[in-house]
Structure formats: C-alpha cells, structure tokens
C-alpha cells in the first residue's frame, strides 16, 4: 500500500515537473496563423488607465518638465546660426537647446510604449531618429561624399548607440535600481542580428586584402561593388523577416502581454485586478505629434550644433576626424541618448534597449544597405567596404553587449564597462590618421 502511495507520489511529482513544455506547446499556435489584427499591434485598454483628452495632453506636453524653459535657446541657437556669429556661441545655444527636445522624445515614446508596447514604440523612435541621419545621408551620396557617409553611418550610428547610448542607460539605471531584468530572448536575437551585419562588413574588407595583390584597382573596384549590392539585398531580406518576427509571428517575445497564451489563461480577457496600471499622461495622437515635432525641431538644432562643431574642428585645436568620428556621435545621437537614459531610469530597459540596441539593428541591416542600392542605382559606388579600423571596432563592440546582455540582467557596472568601452575607443580614434586609411578609401573618390 505504502509503494503504491509512493509510486503514485513519484509519478505525480514527474507529471508536474514536465507538465508546463508540453503545455505550452500544444497550446501555441503556428507562428504564421494568427490574424492581423488591431490588438497584435496595440496594447490592449484594459492594460493600462484611461487616456487624457486632447487639452490636458498639450499640457502634459508642455509641462512635464521644468528643463522645458530651455526651449527658448532653439531660436536663439537658430538666429546665431543663419546669421553666421560666431561658432563658440551657436555651439552652446544649440546644447541648451537639444536637451529638453532629446527630453520631449522620451516624453513622447515612453508614452507611445503604452499604446503599442515596447517593440514597436521603440521602433517608431529609433525610425523617426535614422530618418534625417536618411535623408543626410543620401544628399552626401548624391555628392559623392563616400567616406563621410560611411564614418556618420557606421561610427556615429552603430557605435554611438550600441557603448555610449545603451551604457548611460545601463548606468544611469544601475545606480537607481540594484538589478534590471528585461526580455533575454529578445536581446539575444538582436545581437544575433548585429554579429550577422558585421560579418557581411568583415567579408568585403577581408577580401579586399586578399585580393589586392593579385588584380588591378578597378578590377578590384567591380569585384566589391558586386559583393556589397547582392549583400545589400540579403540583409534588406533579413531585416524585413525580422520585423515579422517581431511584430506578428513572436510578438510575445518583445511584449509578453501580447502573448495568446496569457489570453487563454486571463479571465474574460482581462489583467488581474491586483496589477497595478500606469495611466498615460498623453493620448496617442498627441504622443505621436510630439514625436515627429520633436524629431524635426532636433534635427535642426542638431544641424546648427553639428555646423558649430565642424567650425571648431576648423581651427585646429581638435582633429577633424575625431569630431566626425566621436563628438558628433555624441551630439547627433542626442535623441536616442536622452531618451534610452530617460526610460532605463524609470526601470523600463526593454525600451531602452529597443531605442538604442533597436536603433543599431535598423541602421546595420536596412539603411545602409539601402543605401548601398541607391547608390547603385544614381551611379555611386558606395560599397559595404568600410575602414579596417572600423569594421574591428564595431566587431569587438557587438561581443561586449552581447556579453553584457546574455543573462538578461544588467546592473550599474554593465553600464561602466559599454561607457568604459566608448571612452577607450575615443582615445584611441584621437591618433586616427587624418582621411582614414588606404584600403578604407577605395571608393573615396566616384
């Protein structure tokens, strides 16, 4: 009787053990076969408080912070500017001025994260971000500007982002909060994506080393343009396949209340009443409004800023290269900064990872090969080959955050060993050969 009891103990123990696998593998559907709907792209209302009317979101707007006095420095900063004074005094109009815009963008996503999730608010961000550094960059192309638009794309956005942005946020997080947790599959895959990006910008310098010796410059010339455009095109393939995997087929991996498993598990649909809900400060029309003024009215401080800077550099005092290649990365990264830091704080570092982490991934796999393909099709020879230096840089970058973020958990010193990073990697760029290297300038000239 006693074995009986025992074995019957002992089958009920194993059932229990393995009972969640098979679970939740018979309970989720194929990833293709759910149907697109409002809800796979918005939270759902009972997730959250009532949204505001339209009056009182202007306001929130308006309001939020006392750092919005600073506003008064962006015409300030923009007269200075079109009027052609002095670089010293447009540089420090157009500082003050950039800091509570940067602040009006996280405003605007963390708000837009209500509404739609981490993922898809981060994307919106970092989208609206990469837009001018878009549109700047291909009015270089159209100059044939090669390696300017190679160094702000690779350094300034890759770079940037992935030690500085996703660093001070990690920091800034770590010191409030012991620990942080955010989504570790997710972040695994973005690395993923990251190391995949390097590798198809590891292969056309490699090459070029290889075959240097053997064939002539304009053989070799033809032989990387080809390699880059039919590499452009797979990772333009790549990329959009993720934006599926991550805004309908594995939603629930980027934003866990999507998940149609807790559907089936919640009572008539609904959060448990012991949860507690964050009410949105802004209703969703006019956190998105806020959103694309304040993208806009950056991007024009930022141009004055940037401007002022190469001025600066104009007098000798600083390299140049160095302030393309580091101290604009600074400032032309402002929004992502502001805003990754302002939501990490706040102890939402999925957010913040999918503002900056999320930034890197879109400029790696879409816009640069993109603009590889517009440079192919207005005959300009942008390739994938990029700076030697560079490309190692980056390499080296990806590893350390995929080191940092593998257990999803972060904590203050995963913050100082990216920012630690970035800061080595400044000094080190101090002694960057004036132009770049030989092998990086290829295709300097159309």
């Known amino acids: 009787m006693a074995a009986n009891d025992n074995e019957k103990a002992e089958n009920h123990v194993n059932f229990v053990s393995s009972s969640p696998e098979p679970l939740d593998q018979g309970l989720r559907p194929p990833p293709f076969s759910r149907k697109l709907t409002r809800s796979l792209f918005l939270r759902p209302a009972s997730s959250r408080g009532p949204a505001p009317g339209y009056l009182q979101s202007l306001k929130s707007a308006a309001t939020y912070s006392w750092v919005n ?34 602040g009006m963008l996280g405003h605007g996503t963390e708000t837009i994260a209500l509404y739609t999730g981490d993922a898809l608010g981060g994307l919106i961000n970092a989208s609206l971000g990469n837009a001018t550094e878009f549109i700047i960059a291909i009015l270089l192309l159209v100059k044939c500007e090669i390696r300017v638009v190679q160094a702000s794309l690779l350094v300034r956005g890759l770079l940037s982002n992935l030690l500085l942005v996703t660093g001070m946020a990690f920091l800034v997080g770590g010191i409030r909060f012991s620990e942080q947790e955010f989504q570790q599959s997710a972040a ?126 104009q007098t000798g005092a600083v390299s140049t290269e160095w302030l393309g290649l580091i101290l604009l990365a600074i400032v032309g990264n402002a929004a992502e900064h502001v805003t990754a830091v302002f939501v990490a704080y706040r102890n939402k570092v999925d957010l913040a990872l999918a503002v900056s982490v999320g930034s890197c991934i879109q400029i790696a796999l879409f816009v640069i090969p993109l603009l590889v393909l517009i440079g192919w099709m207005i005959g300009k020879p942008l390739s994938l080959l990029f700076d030697p230096l560079e490309v190692v840089t980056l390499f080296l970058s990806v590893l350390l955050v995929r080191f940092a973020t593998e257990d999803g958990r972060t904590h203050y010193m995963s913050g100082v060993l990216l920012f630690g990073s970035y800061v080595l990697i400044a000094f080190s760029f101090w002694y960057y050969p004036q132009g770049g290297t030989s092998s990086g300038n290829l295709f300097a000239e159309c």
Request: negative net charge; contains cysteine; hydrophobic residues 50%.
């Open 188 to 313: 695994q895959l973005n690395t993923s994506l990251l190391t995949l990006a390097v590798i198809a910008l590891v292969l056309p310098s490699v090459f070029a080393f290889a075959i240097e010796q053997a064939s002539g410059e304009d053989e070799e010339r033809g032989i990387i343009l080809e390699m880059s455009r039919g590499s452009a095109l797979i990772l333009i393939f790549i990329y959009m396949s993720y934006m599926v995997f991550q805004l309908y087929s594995h939603s629930h991996l980027y934003n866990p209340e999507n998940d149609v498993l807790l559907d089936s598990e919640r009572p008539n649909g609904s959060d448990s009443d012991d949860e507690e809900k964050e009410t949105p400060e802004m209703n969703l029309t006019v956190a998105i409004c806020l959103l694309i003024a304040s993208t806009g009215l950056t991007y024009v401080t930022a141009e004055a800023l940037t401007d002022s800077l190469e001025g600066i550099g």
């Open 69 to 102: 006095v600073l506003l008064v420095f962006n015409p300030i900063a923009w007269a200075l500017h079109y009027t052609h004074q002095t670089d010293g005094a447009v540089f420090a109009m157009a500082l003050l001025g950039v800091v509570p815009l940067a």
